[in-house]
C-alpha cells in the first residue's frame, strides 16, 4: 500500500514540473503544413464569394539561443471567384511563380516562451511576404499561464494588441492540453489599422451602441504535447471573421473570413543551416503598411511608363467627351488620377509642357493632378502659380480641389505652408483667402489622428493672426479666424480669445461680426476639448454686457459641445433672468428642437434640455418670430443606421425686416460616423443702411451744431456701432469653410454700371456680346473625385482587409448658340435696351453627368486583389435643341424644336454586385455575380421530393467538392442554394404625349438577395437597372416640329386658332323652362317631405305628386336634348324619393292607427321608419354632390321633425303645437348631449321628456366653452340673394339653398353683365399655344387662353385651355370672379366640353369667434381616380404630419367632397388654424407670425379691417406693420416695444422722445410740457431742418427754422410737413422718421422699420426687448419709469430760458453700514432739482443709484467720476418736476 501511494506521489511531481510554454529545440527542425484561406462576401450558401488560399510547408530551426528560423517551402496560392461552396480553387500559377523566390527566402523570429519578438528579413523582401509570414508566426503567439486555466489579457499580435481570453483543458489519457483563445478585435489597446480620406468623419460612440458596423472576433484552438524544452505545438488552428455593414448589424452584414490550419507533420534531428546573407530588423509580429496605402482597390495595373500611360488616358477622356460625357469617363478619371500618383514630378512637367496650350488637354490635367493629392501635385501647382502661368480662375478653381484631397503629412505641410507665404498668392486677394483656409484644413486632417498637434505646422497661421491684430485689419483679422477655425485645434484657444470680448481688453473694439466669427472658431476645437470650449462659451453666454449676437453664437457654440447636466441647469437658470428677449427666445428654440431629437450623439443633450424647457416654456414659449430663433429638425432609422439633421439659425435685427444672419446646416449620419456635410450663413446686418442711403449732397445732412448739443446734453451717451459690410456669406463643406465673400457698395455699383453703361466701356461684356452674334461653340468637362474613404485591417493570415467607397462624376456641356438682335449693338448700346429689341437665338445644348460610385471589402495588395464590390453607375443626358424668338417689345416669345426622331435615354441608373478578383500577372478580372443567373428557376416550378429522395444526392453533391474544399469546408457543403427569383422585379411604365409625337418611359429591373434576408443591405445586394427613355410615338402623320408661342398684350387675339363657345352653358341660360321645371320639382318635393297631420292629406299628396311631376315632364319635352335628360334624371330622383315616402309614409300611419292610446309606440314605429329611410338614402349619398348633400340632410332634418309633430298630435290633438314643440327641443337637446364625431345617430322622440328637463340639459351644455374647430365661422359677404331666402320656408333650408348646385350654376351668370364666357365681351390678354406642326397643316397641340375684365363691379378672371384637334370637346375651364371685397370664388372644369369633372374654390373674409378670419373652401363632384388615389396617399400621411407641426386632430364626420381651411388672426402675431376634411378634423391655436399682421395697430389708416382690397395694400401693409409706433397721450407712453408707464414730465423742459441714436444722427423728437402757460410744444429736428409745433387753445403753430410757415402742406428734400383732422403730420421717411403726429391730445411717432433698434429716448429702442425697456443715456438700466424718464430730459444753462431744472449727481442723506462699517453713498445718475434761486413746487420720488464709500475716507468724487463707479444700492430720493424762481436764479 505505500509503494502504492509512493508512485502516485511521484507521478504527480513528474506532471506537475511538466512546462507547457511552447518552444523549440535548437537542435532540431519542425516541419508544418500550412493552409491559409481569405474569403469576401455574403455568409449565406450558395453565392458568389472571391477569396485567395495559400498552401505550402513551414520549416522552424533554432539557429541561437531564443532565435530560430522560418522556411516556406513548396509554396502554392490559388484564387477562388465562384458559388460558394460549390465551385473550386482554382490555382494561381503565375502568381506563385512571381512570389514563389521571395516567400522561400528564409526569415529569422525571435521566440520565447510562447511570445514571438523581433523579425529579420533580407531588405529586398516585399513588405507584403513578409507580412504573410507574420501570419504564420501569428499562430505561435501563445501565453500559458502555469497557475490559472481561465484568464484574459491584452495580447500582442498581426493585429495589434487586443483584448484576449484564454481556456486550457489538459488531457490525462492523450498526454497534452488543448488551449483555446478568442480575440475581441474591437477591443484593442493599440489596433492596427489605416484610415485614408475620413478625416472630416467624427465618430459617433452613441451610434455604435446601437450596432456597430464593423465588428471583428478571431478563435484559435492549439494541441500541445510536452517536450524536452517545453510543449511542442502539433496542431493549430484559427478562424478569424470581419464583418460589415453600413447598416445595422442585426440585419446581417458582409463578411471576410480568415482561416489557417498549421498541422506538424515530421520532426528532424538535424537543424536547417543558417543563410549567409544580412538580414534586417523588419519589426515585430505587429502588421506593417506597405504599397496597399498607395495601391486603390478597384483598379489593379502595371505602370511600367507611367507618362505614357497618362498621355493615353488623356486622349481618351479629351476625345471621348466631347459633345456628351461617356458612360466609362468617371472609371477612365478614376485610373487617371492613380496614374498620376505613381508619376514623379518630372512627368507631371513633361505632361504640361505636351498640353500647356491645348485647352481641351489643359482642363482635364488642371482637374486631375489635385485629385492625385501628394507632394508631386502640390510642387506642381505651387510652381505654376509663382510663374504666372495660370489665370486666377484656374489657380483657384484647382487650389480649392487640392487642400481639400492632399494627403496631410510630413512632405506636404512644408510644401503647403511655403504655397500660402508666396509672393503670387499674396498678392491676389483670391487666392491668399483660399491658401490660408486650405492650409487649416490641412492642418485639421493632419492632427486629427494625433493628440497634440505640431507647433511648426500651426505657427504660419499664429503669426498671421498675431499680424491681423496689430494691424487692426478687420478683413485680415476675419480671415485668420476663419482658418484657426479650420485648422480646429486647442493649441489655437489662446490667440483665438485676443479677439473674444471678456479674455480681452481691446476685444471689445473689434465690430460685432468679428467677435462673431471668433467664437465660431471655436466649432471645431470643441470636437477634440469640449470641456475648455464649454468654459468660454459659458462665459460668452452669461456676460450681459455682450451683444446678443455674440451671445447667440455663444450658445451655438455650448451646444454643439455638448453640456453636461449640470451645464444646461445653470443655462436654464440664467434665461429666467435674462433681460435679452432675443437671446432668451433663440437660446429656448434651441433647446426645444435638441428635445425632439431623434439622432443617437444628441440624445444625452436631449435628455438634459427636456427638464429645462418645462421649466422655460411659461415664459418663453410664446415669444413670435420677430426674436431669433433655432430650428432643429432631424431623423434617424436605427435600422439603416443612418440619419440627417437640418439647423437653421435666425439671428434677428432689432428692425425685423432683415435678419442679421441666417445660418444653415446639413449633418449626415451614416455607418456609425457622422459629419456636417454643408453650411451655408449669409449676414446682411448692413443691407439696412443702403436702404436707407440718402441721395442727397452731404452738406444737407443734419446740422452738427443742433444735432451735438442735444447729445452732449445727456450724461455719458455711448452710440450705437454701424456695420461695414452690406452682406456678407460663407459656405462649408465638412465642416471646413471654403470661401467667404462680403457684398460691398463698390461692388454694387460695379454690377450696376455694368448693367446700365455702354459696351464700349466694358470689354468683357462686349466680347460676349459680339461672340453672341458671331455664333459661339464652347464645350465644358469637369471631373470630380467626389469621394475616397478607405479602412485597412489586417488579417491573421497577413493580407489586409479593405473597407472603400469611391465616388467620381464627370459633367460635360456642349454649347452651340447663334444669336441675332435687332437693331444690332453699337458701341453706346447698353444692356437695358434688350428689353425693347427683336432677339433671334439658335441653340443646342446638351449637358450630361456621369457617375461612378464604388463599395468593396476585400483584399487590396498592390500584387492580388479579391473581394466584393457593388459597382453603381448612373448617367443623365439632355440634349436640347431649339429656336428662340423673343420681341420683348411685342412681348412675343416663340420657341420651336424638332420632335423626337429616336429613343434617347435621358436618365440610366444600374448597380450590380460582383466578387471580383485580379491579380498582377493576369490583368483580366474575374467576375461573378453574387446573385447566381442559374439560379433564377421559379420555387413554383420545381417539384416536391422528401427527404429521402433528396438525402442520396446531397451525399453525391458533397463528394462532387474538391479534395481541398472538403477538408476545410465540410459544414458548408449542401448542394443546393436559396432561389433569389422571388425578389426579382421588372417594371415598365410609359406616358404618352401622342399630340406632340413622343413618349417618356420608365423602366426598371431588379434582383436582390432580400429573398434570404429583408434587409437593407441584402436589398442593394444583387442586379439592378432603371432609365428613363424618350421615345417616338408613331402618329397619323409626321411631325415637322413643336412650338410654343406666348403672346400677350393687345395681340394675344391674334394668336388664338380655336373658337371656344361654351355650348353647354349658353344651353343653360337660354332654355329657362328646364330650370323652372326643377325648381318646381324640388317645390313638390319640399311639399312632399312636409309631414302632413293626418292619414288623409298624406294619401292626397302622395297621389298628387305623381300627376305633379308628370305634368311638370311634359312641359319641358319641347326643350333640348340635354335638357330632357336633366328632367330624366330629376324625374327619376323624384320617383325615388316619391316611392322612399310612400314606404316611410305607409309605415308611420300603421303604427300610428295601431297604437293610439300609447305615444311612446308611435314615436318609436316613426322613430324606426325615419331610420330605414335614412339608411336607404345614405347609400345613396355618394351619387350626390357636396351641396346636395347638404340639401338631402336638411330634408332629414325636417322628415324627422315632421314625424315627432305626427307622434305628439296623435297622443295630444287638444295642445298639440306646442306638445311637438317640446318634444322637438327635448330631442334637439339629447340628440346635441349624446352625438359624437364620426358615429351614426337615429332620431328619436319621447312626449314624455319635460321642457324643464330640456332647458336643464342646455343650460348644461352651454357651460363648457366650444373647442375652435366647432365654432362656427361668420361670412363678412353679404350675400345679394336676401330676399329670395327671406321668402324660403325656414333660416336652415335657406342657408343650404344658397350654396346648393343650383345657385352656383347660376353665380357666374349673375355675377356680371358680361357674358358666361369672357371672350365674347373682352380680348384675351395672354395665350399660349402649344402644338406640333404636322406635315398635312392639321393643327395638333393645346391653346391657353387667359381672360380678365377688371371693369366690371365685379371683376372676374377665366383661363380656357382647348385641345387644338378639329373633332376634340376636351377643354379645362376656369372661372374665377370677386363677389365682393370680401368673398371670391372660382371654378375648375375640365373634360369633354368642361362636364367630366368639376371643382370649385371660395375664399370668404369674415370671423371666427370675434376673430377676423379667413376661410378658404374647396369641393369636388368627380375627379379622375389617379388624382383619388393621390389624394388618400396624402390623407394616410395627414395625422402624423399634424402631430409633427403640433397640430390637434378629431375624428368627425364633415362633408364627404369638402376641404375647409380657417385662419383666424387671435393678436397681430398670432393666428389660429382649422382644417377640416372628410372624416378628420385637425386645429391648432397661436401660431406665431414672422411679421406683425394688419390688424389692430398696425391698420392701414382710412381702410377697412377686411377685405380683398387689402392685397393692393400689401407692401404698405408690411411697412406699416414692421415700423415702429409710440404714443403720448397725456402722460401715458407707449414706447416703440408696446410697453405703457406712466411719465411724469418735468415743466418746460424738454424730453427726448425718440431720436436716432446710430453715428449718422439723422432725426430727434423732443416734447416740452408748460402746464404754467397750458401750452404743448413739439419739436422735429431732421434734415437740417428744426420743425416746432407748439399748441396753445385750439390752434397749433408751426415754425421752421425760428420763421412761422405760412402756409401748408410744405416739402423739402425728403421733409413734409400737411394737416390731417385737427392735427399735423411731419413725414421724413427718407431719413428714418417715418411719421410723426401731433394735436392737442396726443402724439404719434413713428419710425422705419430699418430703425428699430437704433432708437433711444422715452419711446425705447424698439428692438423687441421689453425686459431692457428702461435702459438710460449711460446705458444702466433701471426699473423706475420716473428714474427713466428724468435721464432723458434736458436742462438748460441759464435761468433765462424755460428749464428751471438742473441734473445733480445727490449724496444719499443717510449712512448705511457695509460689510460692518459706516459708509457714504453718492449718486451714480444725475437727479432733477431746482436751480439755485428756485423752489420746488412739484416732486416725486425716483429709485437712483447708489456708490458708497467709507465714511472717513478723504476720496474726492467728481460728477464724472461718480458716472462711471459701480451702483452698490439703490435708494429712493425725491426729485422736482416744477420749480418757481426769484431773480436770484442761477
Not at 486555466?149 to 497534452?176: D, F, H, P, W
Not at 444646461?568 to 431629437?597: G, P
Not at 353647354?1064 to 302632413?1092: C, F, N, R, W, Y
Not at 390731417?1620 to 403730420?1625: A, T
Request: hydrophobic residues 35%; positive net charge.
Amino acid at each position: 500500500m505505500k509503494g502504492l501511494i509512493l508512485a502516485l506521489f511521484a507521478t504527480l511531481v513528474a506532471s506537475s514540473q511538466i512546462n507547457w510554454d511552447p518552444d523549440f529545440s535548437s537542435s532540431k527542425t519542425y516541419e508544418y503544413s500550412y493552409d491559409g484561406l481569405l474569403l469576401s462576401g455574403l455568409p449565406e450558401k450558395g453565392l458568389a464569394r472571391a477569396g485567395l488560399k495559400v498552401q505550402c510547408k513551414v520549416q522552424i530551426s533554432g539557429v541561437a539561443q531564443k532565435m530560430y528560423l522560418l522556411k516556406i517551402i513548396d509554396p502554392e496560392i490559388k484564387e477562388y471567384n465562384g458559388n460558394w461552396p460549390k465551385d473550386p480553387f482554382s490555382p494561381a500559377e503565375k502568381l506563385t511563380q512571381a512570389l514563389a523566390s521571395q516567400l522561400q527566402r528564409p526569415i529569422k523570429f525571435e521566440y520565447y516562451n510562447g511570445r514571438v519578438g523581433n523579425i529579420y528579413a533580407a531588405e529586398d523582401i516585399a513588405e507584403t511576404v513578409i507580412n504573410i509570414q507574420r501570419g504564420i508566426l501569428n499562430l505561435l503567439q501563445v501565453n500559458i499561464k502555469k497557475t490559472q486555466n481561465v484568464y484574459e489579457l491584452q495580447e500582442a499580435g498581426i493585429g495589434g494588441v487586443c483584448q484576449t481570453s484564454y481556456v486550457i483543458q489538459e488531457e490525462q489519457k492523450g498526454n497534452r492540453i488543448i488551449v483555446t483563445k478568442s480575440k475581441d478585435l474591437n477591443n484593442c489597446e493599440d489596433r492596427v489599422k489605416k484610415d485614408i480620406g475620413m478625416a472630416y468623419m467624427e465618430h459617433c460612440a452613441y451610434c455604435q451602441q446601437r450596432g456597430r458596423n464593423l465588428r471583428g472576433a478571431a478563435a484559435y484552438t492549439y494541441i500541445m504535447k510536452p517536450s524536452d524544452t517545453g510543449a511542442l505545438i502539433t496542431e493549430a488552428n484559427a478562424q478569424e471573421i470581419h464583418q460589415y455593414t453600413p447598416f445595422n448589424e442585426r440585419n446581417g452584414a458582409a463578411q471576410m473570413e480568415a482561416r489557417q490550419k498549421l498541422i506538424l507533420v515530421n520532426v528532424k534531428n538535424n537543424p536547417v543551416r543558417a543563410v549567409d546573407i544580412q538580414l534586417e530588423r523588419r519589426g515585430n509580429l505587429q502588421y506593417e503598411f506597405a504599397s496597399e496605402v498607395l495601391q486603390t482597390p478597384i483598379q489593379l495595373f502595371r505602370a511600367k511608363n507611367p507618362e505614357t500611360e497618362i498621355v493615353e488616358t488623356l486622349h481618351h477622356l479629351v476625345q471621348n467627351n466631347q459633345k456628351e460625357v461617356h458612360a466609362d469617363a468617371p472609371a477612365k478619371f478614376l485610373q487617371l488620377t492613380q496614374l498620376l500618383r505613381t508619376a514623379s514630378h518630372p512627368n507631371f512637367e513633361a505632361i504640361w509642357k505636351q498640353f500647356e496650350n491645348r485647352r481641351d488637354y489643359r482642363r482635364w490635367i488642371l482637374d486631375a493632378i489635385p485629385a492625385a493629392g501628394n507632394a508631386h501635385a502640390l510642387r506642381f501647382f505651387k510652381e505654376k502659380i509663382q510663374e504666372n502661368v495660370l489665370t486666377t480662375a484656374e489657380a483657384a478653381q484647382a487650389l480649392v480641389t487640392l487642400m481639400h484631397l492632399t494627403k496631410a503629412d510630413h512632405d506636404t505641410m512644408p510644401l503647403a505652408a511655403a504655397l500660402v507665404n508666396s509672393h503670387h498668392v499674396q498678392q491676389s486677394p483670391i487666392l491668399r483667402k483660399i491658401a490660408f483656409l486650405g492650409y487649416g484644413t490641412l492642418v485639421y486632417k493632419y492632427c486629427s489622428a494625433r493628440e497634440n498637434c505640431p507647433e511648426n505646422f500651426l505657427q504660419p497661421l499664429h503669426d498671421f493672426a498675431a499680424d491681423a491684430a496689430s494691424k487692426a485689419h478687420e478683413e485680415e483679422i476675419v480671415l485668420a479666424l476663419k482658418a484657426l477655425g479650420n485648422a480646429g485645434q486647442p493649441a489655437s484657444i489662446k490667440r483665438i480669445q485676443k479677439f473674444l470680448p471678456g479674455f480681452s481688453s481691446s476685444a471689445s473694439h473689434f465690430p460685432v461680426k468679428v467677435q462673431a466669427d471668433a467664437v465660431m472658431a471655436l466649432r471645431n476645437i470643441a470636437k477634440k476639448e469640449p470641456k475648455r470650449v464649454q468654459e468660454i462659451a459659458v462665459q460668452l453666454f452669461m456676460d450681459k454686457d455682450l451683444h446678443h449676437e455674440v451671445r447667440i453664437m455663444a450658445c451655438i457654440v455650448l451646444f454643439e459641445a455638448k453640456p453636461p447636466v449640470a451645464l444646461v441647469a445653470a443655462i436654464s437658470d440664467a434665461l429666467l433672468k435674462e433681460t435679452s428677449l432675443q437671446l432668451a427666445s433663440f437660446a429656448y428654440s434651441h433647446m426645444k428642437s435638441l428635445s425632439r431629437s431623434s439622432v443617437p450623439d444628441y440624445q444625452p443633450v436631449a435628455a438634459s434640455v427636456n427638464v429645462a424647457i418645462k421649466l422655460l416654456s411659461p415664459k418663453l414659449d410664446r415669444l413670435s418670430y420677430r426674436y431669433s430663433k433655432a430650428i432643429c429638425i432631424d431623423t434617424f432609422k436605427t435600422e439603416w443606421m443612418t440619419g440627417v439633421a437640418a439647423n437653421t439659425f435666425i439671428i434677428n435685427s432689432p428692425n425685423n425686416v432683415i435678419p442679421a444672419a441666417v445660418m444653415a446646416k446639413v449633418r449626415g449620419y451614416l455607418a456609425g460616423a457622422a459629419t456636417d456635410l454643408v453650411e451655408v450663413g449669409v449676414r446682411a446686418e448692413g443691407l439696412q443702411e443702403v436702404l436707407m442711403k440718402q441721395h442727397i449732397p452731404v452738406n444737407s445732412m443734419p446740422s452738427a451744431s443742433k444735432m451735438e448739443r442735444i447729445i452732449k446734453a445727456l450724461s455719458g451717451f455711448k452710440a450705437l456701432p454701424s456695420s461695414r459690410p452690406l452682406m456678407s456669406a460663407y459656405v462649408k463643406l465638412f465642416g471646413q469653410e471654403i470661401s467667404f465673400a462680403d457684398l460691398n457698395k463698390n461692388a454694387i455699383e460695379h454690377a450696376m454700371q455694368l448693367a446700365t453703361g455702354p459696351l464700349d466701356r466694358h470689354d468683357t461684356l462686349r466680347r460676349v456680346v459680339q461672340q453672341l452674334q458671331d455664333g459661339a461653340v464652347a464645350q465644358w468637362s469637369k471631373p470630380v473625385l467626389a469621394a475616397e474613404m478607405r479602412r485597412i485591417v489586417p488579417t491573421c493570415v497577413g493580407l489586409p482587409m479593405e473597407i472603400s467607397l469611391y465616388a467620381s462624376a464627370v459633367a460635360n456641356a456642349a454649347i452651340n448658340v447663334h444669336t441675332q438682335i435687332s437693331p444690332s449693338p453699337s458701341g453706346d448700346f447698353r444692356l437695358a435696351q434688350l428689353l425693347n429689341a427683336n432677339i433671334q437665338a439658335q441653340a443646342e445644348v446638351t449637358p450630361s453627368v456621369s457617375v461612378h460610385t464604388i463599395a468593396l471589402m476585400g483584399i487590396n495588395t498592390h500584387l492580388v486583389q479579391a473581394g466584393m464590390e457593388i459597382y453603381a453607375r448612373g448617367r443623365t443626358v439632355i440634349p436640347l435643341r431649339f429656336t428662340a424668338k423673343i420681341d420683348m417689345k411685342e412681348r412675343n416669345f416663340k420657341f420651336e424644336a424638332l420632335p423626337s426622331q429616336q429613343e434617347d435615354e435621358l436618365v440610366s441608373v444600374s448597380a450590380r454586385a460582383f466578387a471580383v478578383s485580379r491579380h498582377v500577372q493576369d490583368l483580366s478580372e474575374k467576375k461573378t455575380p453574387v446573385i447566381p443567373d442559374s439560379a433564377k428557376v421559379s420555387i413554383w416550378k420545381q417539384q416536391f421530393t422528401s427527404e429521402e429522395q433528396t438525402f442520396s444526392p446531397r451525399l453525391h453533391g458533397m463528394s462532387r467538392l474538391s479534395a481541398e474544399m472538403q477538408s476545410v469546408e465540410v459544414p458548408y457543403a449542401v448542394d443546393h442554394s436559396p432561389n433569389p427569383s422571388r425578389s426579382s422585379t421588372a417594371q415598365h411604365a410609359c406616358y404618352k404625349a401622342t399630340e406632340f409625337g413622343f413618349q417618356v418611359c420608365l423602366e426598371g429591373k431588379s434582383q436582390s438577395a432580400a429573398f434570404i434576408r429583408n434587409s437593407p443591405l441584402y436589398t442593394i445586394v444583387g442586379d439592378h437597372k432603371a432609365k428613363i427613355a424618350l421615345k417616338p410615338v408613331h402618329t397619323e402623320e409626321p411631325i415637322e416640329k413643336l412650338q410654343i408661342e406666348i403672346q400677350a398684350g393687345e395681340k394675344a387675339a391674334s394668336k388664338i386658332i380655336k373658337l371656344i363657345t361654351l355650348k353647354e352653358i349658353k344651353e343653360k341660360e337660354t332654355h329657362k323652362g328646364s330650370e323652372a321645371a326643377v325648381q318646381k320639382l324640388m317645390e313638390i318635393l319640399k311639399t312632399d317631405e312636409s309631414a302632413p297631420k293626418n292619414l288623409t292629406q298624406r294619401s292626397s299628396s302622395s297621389s298628387s305628386s305623381p300627376s305633379s311631376s308628370s305634368s311638370q315632364s311634359n312641359s319641358s319635352s319641347s326643350s333640348s336634348s340635354s335638357s330632357q335628360q336633366n328632367d330624366k334624371r330629376k324625374q327619376n330622383l323624384n320617383v325615388k324619393s316619391r316611392r322612399r315616402y310612400s314606404r316611410s309614409s305607409s309605415s308611420s300611419s300603421s303604427s300610428s292607427s295601431s297604437s293610439s292610446s300609447s305615444s311612446s309606440s308611435s314615436s318609436s314605429s316613426s322613430s324606426s321608419s325615419s331610420q330605414s329611410s335614412m339608411r336607404r338614402r345614405k347609400n345613396k349619398a355618394d351619387e350626390l354632390s357636396p351641396d346636395d348633400q347638404k340639401d338631402q340632410n336638411s330634408r332629414n332634418r325636417r322628415r324627422n321633425k315632421s314625424s315627432s309633430s305626427s307622434s305628439s298630435s296623435s297622443s295630444s290633438s287638444s295642445s298639440s303645437s306646442s306638445s311637438s314643440s317640446s318634444s322637438e327641443s327635448s330631442n334637439a337637446s339629447r340628440q346635441k348631449k349624446k352625438r359624437q364625431p364620426g358615429t351614426k345617430q337615429a332620431w328619436s322622440v319621447s312626449s314624455s321628456v319635460s321642457s324643464s328637463q330640456s332647458s336643464s340639459e342646455s343650460s348644461q351644455e352651454q357651460i363648457r366653452d366650444p373647442e375652435i374647430y366647432e365654432v362656427k365661422f361668420k361670412s363678412a359677404h353679404v350675400h345679394q340673394h336676401t330676399n329670395n331666402r327671406q321668402r324660403s320656408s325656414s333660416s336652415e333650408s335657406s342657408s343650404s339653398s344658397s350654396s346648393s348646385s343650383s345657385s352656383e350654376a347660376s353665380s357666374f351668370a349673375t355675377a356680371t353683365k358680361k357674358p358666361r364666357f369672357l371672350g365674347d365681351a373682352v380680348p384675351p390678354v395672354l395665350a399660349v399655344i402649344l402644338r406640333a406642326v404636322r406635315s398635312d397643316g392639321r393643327q395638333q397641340g393645346y391653346q391657353v387662353a387667359l381672360y380678365h375684365d377688371s371693369t366690371a363691379h365685379k371683376p372676374r378672371l377665366q383661363m380656357m385651355v382647348a385641345d387644338m384637334k378639329e373633332k376634340s370637346k376636351w377643354q379645362i375651364c376656369m372661372d374665377a370672379v370677386k363677389l365682393s371685397d370680401q368673398k371670391a370664388t372660382a371654378m375648375l372644369k375640365w373634360g369633354q366640353e368642361c362636364q367630366d369633372y368639376r371643382m370649385s374654390f371660395k375664399a370668404t373674409t369674415g370671423q371666427l369667434s370675434a376673430h377676423p378670419a379667413v376661410q378658404i373652401k374647396a369641393q369636388w363632384w368627380k375627379i379622375p381616380r389617379r388624382a383619388k388615389a393621390i389624394g388618400k396617399m396624402i390623407a394616410n400621411y395627414v395625422p402624423a404630419a399634424a402631430y409633427f407641426l403640433g397640430f390637434s386632430e378629431r375624428t368627425q364626420r364633415n362633408p364627404s367632397r369638402e376641404m375647409t381651411v380657417i385662419f383666424a388672426a387671435t393678436s397681430t402675431r398670432t393666428i389660429d388654424a382649422v382644417v377640416k376634411m372628410p372624416k378628420l378634423t385637425v386645429f391648432t391655436r397661436a401660431i406665431s407670425s414672422p411679421i406683425a399682421l394688419p390688424f389692430g395697430q398696425n391698420l392701414i389708416p382710412g381702410s377697412t379691417q377686411s377685405g380683398w382690397s387689402m392685397v393692393n395694400n400689401i407692401p404698405y401693409m408690411l411697412a406699416e406693420a414692421a415700423a415702429g409706433h409710440c404714443t403720448l397721450n397725456r402722460s401715458k407712453i407707449n414706447t416703440f416695444n408696446n410697453v405703457e408707464f406712466d411719465a411724469k414730465l418735468p415743466d418746460s423742459c424738454e424730453v427726448i422722445l425718440a431720436q436716432d441714436c446710430t453715428e449718422n444722427l439723422q432725426y430727434a423728437v423732443l416734447y416740452r410740457k408748460m402746464d404754467s402757460l397750458k401750452r404743448k410744444m413739439l419739436r422735429v429736428v431732421v434734415a437740417n431742418k428744426n420743425v416746432q409745433l407748439s399748441y396753445s387753445g385750439e390752434s397749433v403753430n408751426i415754425q421752421l427754422n425760428g420763421q412761422n410757415v405760412p402756409s401748408l402742406p410744405y416739402s423739402d428734400r425728403g421733409v413734409s410737413v400737411r394737416r390731417e383732422g385737427n392735427g399735423v403730420i411731419i413725414e421724413a421717411s427718407e431719413h428714418g422718421l417715418r411719421e410723426v403726429y401731433f394735436d392737442k391730445n396726443q402724439i404719434k411717432i413713428q419710425v422705419a422699420s430699418l430703425k428699430k433698434g437704433e432708437t433711444c429716448g422715452l419711446c425705447g429702442k424698439g428692438d423687441g426687448e421689453t425686459r431692457r425697456e428702461y435702459t438710460m443715456p449711460s446705458g444702466r438700466l433701471t426699473t423706475c419709469p420716473s428714474a427713466f424718464t428724468q435721464s432723458w430730459t434736458i436742462t438748460e444753462e441759464t435761468c433765462d430760458q424755460d428749464c428751471k431744472l438742473k441734473k445733480e449727481f445727490v449724496k444719499l442723506d443717510k449712512e448705511i453700514t457695509i460689510n460692518d462699517k459706516n459708509a457714504k453713498c453718492y449718486a451714480t445718475e444725475p437727479v432733477l432739482r431746482c436751480k439755485p434761486g428756485c423752489t420746488p413746487t412739484e416732486t416725486t420720488t425716483v429709485q437712483v443709484p447708489f456708490h458708497c464709500i467709507p465714511t472717513d475716507s478723504t476720496v474726492s468724487l467728481v460728477e464724472e467720476d461718480l458716472s462711471k463707479k459701480n451702483d452698490d444700492i439703490k435708494e429712493l430720493v425725491n426729485a422736482h418736476l416744477s420749480c418757481s424762481c426769484t431773480r436770484q436764479c442761477s
